[in-house]
């Protein structure tokens, strides 16, 4: 069957892209394209092209498999294909449906329309793997949408609605029948005359004041800490304003080719493949299916609570939200209702699907009438015996069909499940606060945990937007067990001298949102010295936990809401502040520590090693099945800087010696026991080899 099948439909050719799952613009066809246009040009019979994607979309976008191959680069390449769109004597109209993503929307628009049903949406993502549109969509698009528009959508990379898109100018009309109505456009544009190729129009890119992009850059800097391919997007949508198409196009070529070299194209590819090999559970056979997810209760009607059902209901799934305390229960509804009136203010979504979404949100103040939810997840504080109790009660009310899940970050997810007659039924299903906005979902096995209820978690995953990560059961799981490592560190660092501003300055440079000290002030250190006074309990006889915290708290400075941290707050501004270091060297001297001066490059590598060597310390255990799933768990959960593929890609990038060395010193100061390190990353830099080893090292025994 050919990648490009070609029909005559009243006197137009139809060019249908056959190539399943997604159309994506493999070399067949690119070559199917190319053929199927110089045939319809030289039948006489045919006064008009249509072009449109067989299936469930249009064209997707590159064939990223091909990326590396000789196919990447063959003839026709995707530019041959649209000059040859934009040389054609006869009109080339786009009939969309689905996604036209990438190179996928680029073609469209060398076509001389664009059509869509309702339901299509249009984009280019390029941003997400550290590239640009390389094939005319920076210098094409604000031809068609102005300037600002392009800005904004380019460097997003979001997906744009089919409805949306007709009023930004990058689709001409919205249709029904696809095929139909498209074939009719093409007929009519025959007869009237075409527009001019879009690279010829040239009045929104005409005259643009340059501010306007240094405006923009200056209101993203931000955003963008680290990153490469949105200022180069910037850069190159600029140029489309003050140099010819050719000229413009040239310059586009040439970043392009600089983003695809460069180590974050690298990692972001890898993230790309990661989130999706996350899925695969080694241990779930294929022919388990995941039982359907229609109805859901969340127990706990608190900031997670309300941000669970939120994400349940956002997807369409009918939630009960459980609380006994009344108050608390109107309290979350109402919490509910202000964050869902906050993005109706904002313009991200209509009120009919406010209405429709608070409308699946169904308070409820017992356990009395559960008999019908398919899933359980309960979202209370971090008490053991208070969730057993609800596990009990949750064993009583519900079907035996339905899967139990807790939100715990970090009990133990065996002792829960012994509250209940069905622990194959029970898992972790640990969302991130807020719940609606995060995108991790760690579901966490436990030892009885069976493969239908993974699957069925990692599917619920999937179906509400989130992206999921199996766990195994252990204090902390993927995650958390990591995050002390980086906070706990940052204060061993302030200890020996480092300042709060100089640690957080090179955690941001690096790309993280906020410093670990700036993040700790705005958590608020009160309910954090409770929490490490039972961490302290089981530290190692050879480890110290730093006291920093405590030492704040005991001086009134609980953090941004008290005005002072370890920073000094005006507003949320964060200031440097004397008396907060005065204090860390008293503590310093009181615990007999010297104090020096500490290189950036030093504080990064202390930073952020140490997540490197406990993850291969989880991979030893096999509380997580892949360097790549820690990869996502800390992407999607702790804000790890997307570009750098994830501290695990970013570890091996760098040289796993150089993480080797750091736990070295790391357990010298506080205690090999937790701090040294482990015996696979020991195992990999002895033997040159890298994460895709590890299983097969792991097998053998360490």
């Given at each position: 069957?050919?990648?490009?099948?070609?029909?005559?439909?009243?006197?137009?050719?139809?060019?249908?892209?056959?190539?399943?799952?997604?159309?994506?613009?493999?070399?067949?066809?690119?070559?199917?394209?190319?053929?199927?246009?110089?045939?319809?040009?030289?039948?006489?019979?045919?006064?008009?092209?249509?072009?449109?994607?067989?299936?469930?979309?249009?064209?997707?976008?590159?064939?990223?498999?091909?990326?590396?191959?000789?196919?990447?680069?063959?003839?026709?390449?995707?530019?041959?294909?649209?000059?040859?769109?934009?040389?054609?004597?006869?009109?080339?109209?786009?009939?969309?449906?689905?996604?036209?993503?990438?190179?996928?929307?680029?073609?469209?628009?060398?076509?001389?329309?664009?059509?869509?049903?309702?339901?299509?949406?249009?984009?280019?993502?390029?941003?997400?793997?550290?590239?640009?549109?390389?094939?005319?969509?920076?210098?094409?698009?604000?031809?068609?949408?102005?300037?600002?528009?392009?800005?904004?959508?380019?460097?997003?990379?979001?997906?744009?609605?089919?409805?949306?898109?007709?009023?930004?100018?990058?689709?001409?009309?919205?249709?029904?029948?696809?095929?139909?109505?498209?074939?009719?456009?093409?007929?009519?544009?025959?007869?009237?005359?075409?527009?001019?190729?879009?690279?010829?129009?040239?009045?929104?890119?005409?005259?643009?004041?340059?501010?306007?992009?240094?405006?923009?850059?200056?209101?993203?800097?931000?955003?963008?800490?680290?990153?490469?391919?949105?200022?180069?997007?910037?850069?190159?949508?600029?140029?489309?304003?003050?140099?010819?198409?050719?000229?413009?196009?040239?310059?586009?070529?040439?970043?392009f080719a600089e983003l695809m070299a460069s180590?974050?194209?690298?990692?972001?590819?890898?993230?790309?493949?990661?989130?999706?090999?996350?899925?695969?559970?080694?241990?779930?056979?294929?022919?388990?299916?995941?039982?359907?997810?229609?109805?859901?209760?969340?127990?706990?009607?608190?900031?997670?609570?309300?941000?669970?059902?939120?994400?349940?209901?956002?997807?369409?799934?009918?939630?009960?939200?459980?609380?006994?305390?009344?108050?608390?229960?109107?309290?979350?509804?109402?919490?509910?209702?202000?964050?869902?009136?906050?993005?109706?203010?904002?313009?991200?979504?209509?009120?009919?699907?406010?209405?429709?979404?608070?409308?699946?949100?169904?308070?409820?103040?017992?356990?009395?009438?559960?008999?019908?939810?398919?899933?359980?997840?309960?979202?209370?504080?971090?008490?053991?015996?208070?969730?057993?109790?609800?596990?009990?009660?949750?064993?009583?009310?519900?079907?035996?069909?339905?899967?139990?899940?807790?939100?715990?970050?970090?009990?133990?997810?065996?002792?829960?499940?012994?509250?209940?007659?069905?622990?194959?039924?029970?898992?972790?299903?640990?969302?991130?606060?807020?719940?609606?906005?995060?995108?991790?979902?760690?579901?966490?096995?436990?030892?009885?945990?069976?493969?239908?209820t993974i699957a069925t978690v990692m599917a619920?995953?999937?179906?509400?937007?989130?992206?999921?990560?199996?766990?195994?059961?252990?204090?902390?799981?993927?995650?958390?067990?990591?995050?002390?490592?980086?906070?706990?560190?940052?204060?061993?660092?302030?200890?020996?001298?480092?300042?709060?501003?100089?640690?957080?300055?090179?955690?941001?440079?690096?790309?993280?949102?906020?410093?670990?000290?700036?993040?700790?002030?705005?958590?608020?250190?009160?309910?954090?010295?409770?929490?490490?006074?039972?961490?302290?309990?089981?530290?190692?006889?050879?480890?110290?936990?730093?006291?920093?915290?405590?030492?704040?708290?005991?001086?009134?400075?609980?953090?941004?809401?008290?005005?002072?941290?370890?920073?000094?707050?005006?507003?949320?501004?964060?200031?440097?502040?004397?008396?907060?270091?005065?204090i860390i060297a008293a503590e310093a001297e009181?615990?007999?520590?010297?104090?020096?001066?500490?290189?950036?490059?030093?504080?990064?590598?202390?930073?952020?090693?140490?997540?490197?060597?406990?993850?291969?310390?989880?991979?030893?255990?096999?509380?997580?099945?892949?360097?790549?799933?820690?990869?996502?768990?800390?992407?999607?959960?702790?804000?790890?800087?997307?570009?750098?593929?994830?501290?695990?890609?970013?570890?091996?990038?760098?040289?796993?010696?150089?993480?080797?060395?750091?736990?070295?010193?790391?357990?010298?100061?506080?205690?090999?026991?937790?701090?040294?390190?482990?015996?696979?990353?020991?195992?990999?830099?002895?033997?040159?080899?890298?994460?895709?080893?590890?299983?097969?090292?792991?097998?053998?025994?360490?």
């Amino acid at each position: 069957m050919p990648a490009v099948e070609y029909a005559i439909e009243n006197e137009v050719a139809v060019l249908t892209v056959a190539y399943p799952p997604v159309n994506a613009l493999s070399l067949a066809v690119r070559t199917g394209l190319a053929d199927g246009v110089a045939r319809a040009l030289a039948d006489p019979a045919v006064k008009a092209i249509v072009v449109i994607g067989g299936g469930t979309t249009f064209i997707a976008g590159a064939d990223i498999s091909e990326f590396g191959t000789p196919n990447s680069a063959a003839e026709p390449r995707l530019q041959t294909v649209q000059a040859r769109f934009e040389a054609s004597a006869k009109p080339i109209v786009a009939a969309l449906h689905g996604t036209a993503l990438g190179g996928g929307l680029e073609l469209a628009l060398t076509a001389h329309a664009r059509v869509a049903v309702a339901s299509a949406k249009v984009g280019l993502p390029e941003v997400k793997l550290g590239l640009l549109p390389g094939a005319g969509g920076t210098i094409r698009l604000p031809r068609l949408t102005g300037v600002e528009v392009a800005l904004e959508a380019v460097t997003s990379g979001r997906h744009i609605g089919a409805v949306e898109a007709v009023r930004l100018g990058i689709v001409d009309a919205i249709v029904e029948d696809l095929r139909a109505e498209a074939v009719a456009y093409a007929l009519k544009l025959a007869a009237e005359g075409a527009p001019p190729p879009v690279r010829d129009r040239n009045d929104k890119v005409t005259g643009v004041d340059s501010k306007v992009f240094e405006t923009f850059r200056a209101q993203n800097r931000k955003k963008w800490r680290g990153q490469t391919a949105p200022a180069r997007i910037v850069d190159v949508i600029e140029a489309a304003t003050n140099r010819s198409f050719a000229e413009a196009k040239a310059f586009e070529d040439q970043a392009f080719a600089e983003l695809m070299a460069s180590d974050q194209r690298k990692a972001l590819i890898h993230y790309f493949f990661a989130e999706r090999e996350a899925r695969k559970i080694p241990d779930v056979p294929a022919g388990v299916k995941p039982l359907p997810i229609r109805k859901v209760v969340v127990i706990g009607s608190g900031l997670m609570g309300g941000g669970i059902a939120m994400s349940l209901a956002n997807a369409g799934l009918a939630v009960k939200l459980l609380d006994i305390d009344a108050e608390a229960l109107d309290r979350g509804m109402a919490a509910v209702r202000k964050t869902y009136e906050t993005s109706l203010s904002r313009g991200s979504i209509t009120q009919a699907q406010m209405d429709e979404r608070l409308g699946r949100i169904q308070p409820v103040g017992g356990y009395d009438d559960l008999g019908d939810v398919d899933m359980a997840i309960e979202a209370v504080f971090e008490d053991m015996a208070l969730k057993q109790k609800i596990f009990a009660l949750l064993d009583q009310a519900t079907s035996p069909h339905a899967i139990l899940g807790t939100n715990t970050s970090s009990l133990d997810i065996d002792q829960i499940a012994s509250a209940t007659s069905r622990p194959d039924k029970v898992i972790g299903a640990h969302f991130f606060s807020p719940a609606n906005v995060m995108k991790l979902l760690e579901a966490v096995r436990g030892s009885a945990t069976s493969p239908e209820t993974i699957a069925t978690v990692m599917a619920l995953g999937k179906q509400i937007g989130k992206a999921p990560v199996l766990a195994g059961n252990c204090d902390g799981f993927i995650g958390n067990r990591m995050l002390q490592y980086y906070t706990v560190n940052a204060e061993y660092m302030l200890e020996r001298g480092a300042t709060p501003e100089q640690i957080d300055r090179v955690a941001e440079a690096f790309g993280m949102a906020m410093g670990p000290l700036a993040m700790r002030d705005l958590a608020g250190m009160a309910q954090a010295v409770n929490v490490r006074a039972v961490r302290k309990k089981t530290l190692p006889a050879d480890e110290r936990m730093p006291e920093l915290v405590e030492r704040m708290v005991e001086a009134g400075r609980i953090g941004q809401r008290s005005g002072s941290g370890f920073y000094r707050y005006e507003g949320r501004d964060r200031l440097p502040d004397p008396e907060a270091v005065a204090i860390i060297a008293a503590e310093a001297e009181r615990q007999g520590i010297e104090q020096r001066a500490f290189t950036d490059e030093e504080i990064l590598a202390r930073l952020f090693h140490p997540l490197v060597n406990e993850g291969a310390k989880e991979l030893e255990e096999g509380v997580a099945i892949r360097a790549s799933d820690i990869d996502v768990a800390w992407v999607n959960g702790y804000g790890f800087p997307i570009h750098t593929g994830g501290p695990m890609f970013w570890g091996e990038q760098i040289g796993l010696d150089k993480v080797l060395e750091t736990a070295r010193i790391l357990g010298a100061e506080n205690g090999q026991t937790r701090w040294g390190p482990s015996k696979l990353l020991e195992r990999l830099v002895a033997e040159g080899k890298g994460w895709k080893d590890a299983p097969a090292l792991i097998a053998k025994g360490l």
